[in-house]
């Protein structure tokens, strides 16, 4: 008996080891909040460079989802109108770039728009209410 909880108790130390707690990023730019209710997009404009841009959006929640694009160099793309997938809180755009490159993200939702131009990539949040 003593060697089985023994066992367990070294699994769970392990367990808890290989567990790396969450912690905030230091290039995390807070945009601002998006309403659940209504459609938004996000324009990235990619046209200053020749390179392509990598862009991928995360939905923070009850599970974790993601989508990744692909913006080619000296164009523009938008992620079209869309839905918060349910259970959303919290939607985080990373934008990988080449170092010295820039690429102008623009978040809309209805008359509202949040801006970043992005250099060298960056971390965005926005909050969903």
Not at 53 to 81: C, E, M, N, P
């Amino acid at each position: 008996m003593k060697r089985m909880i023994s066992t367990f108790a070294c699994a769970f130390a392990m367990l808890m080891l290989t567990n790396i707690p969450a912690q905030a990023q230091a290039n995390l730019n807070f945009l601002g909040t998006l309403q659940r209710d209504q459609p938004w997009h996000v324009d990235l404009d990619n046209s200053n460079n020749l390179a392509p841009a990598a862009v991928t959006i995360f939905y923070l929640g009850k599970t974790l989802d993601f989508d990744i694009f692909t913006v080619a160099g000296a164009t523009s793309f938008t992620v079209g109108d869309s839905k918060f997938p349910r259970g959303i809180r919290r939607i985080i755009i990373e934008v990988s770039v080449p170092r010295g490159m820039s690429v102008a993200v623009l978040v809309i939702q209805g008359g509202t728009g949040f801006s970043h131009p992005c250099t060298d990539g960056c971390r965005l949040a926005l909050d969903i209410n």
